[in-house]
C-alpha cells in the first residue's frame, strides 16, 4: 500500500546517508515495526504489571531471589538435558 508521510528534511537525510535512496521505504517500515513491537510489549507489560505477587511467589519478592531462582531453574534444565543427551 502507498501512503504519504511527512519527515524532517533532515531525517530522511540521514536515512538515505545510512542506507541510500532506494532503500528507504525499506528502512522506514523496518523501523515502524520495530517501534509497534516494542510498543505492544510496553503495552503487555503495563497491563500484567503487578499480577504476581511476593505472597504466591516468594522465590520472586527480590531481584535477588529472581536471579537465584533462575540460576537454579538453568541448573535444572542442564540437568535434565545431560540425562536425555547420555551415552547411559
Given at each position: 500500500m502507498r501512503t504519504h508521510v511527512m519527515f524532517p528534511d533532515e531525517l530522511v537525510k540521514d536515512v538515505d546517508r545510512l542506507v541510500g535512496r532506494r532503500k528507504r521505504s525499506r528502512f522506514v517500515t523496518d523501523a515502524v515495526r520495530e517501534k509497534l513491537r516494542r510498543e505492544r510489549l510496553l503495552s503487555a507489560l503495563g497491563e500484567t504489571a503487578g499480577?504476581?505477587?511476593?505472597?504466591?511467589y516468594p522465590e520472586w519478592a527480590t531481584t535477588e531471589k529472581v536471579a537465584a531462582w533462575v540460576r537454579k531453574s538453568r541448573h535444572e534444565d542442564m540437568q535434565r538435558l545431560e540425562r536425555l543427551f547420555s551415552d547411559g
Open positions: 499480577i504476581i505477587s511476593a505472597e504466591e
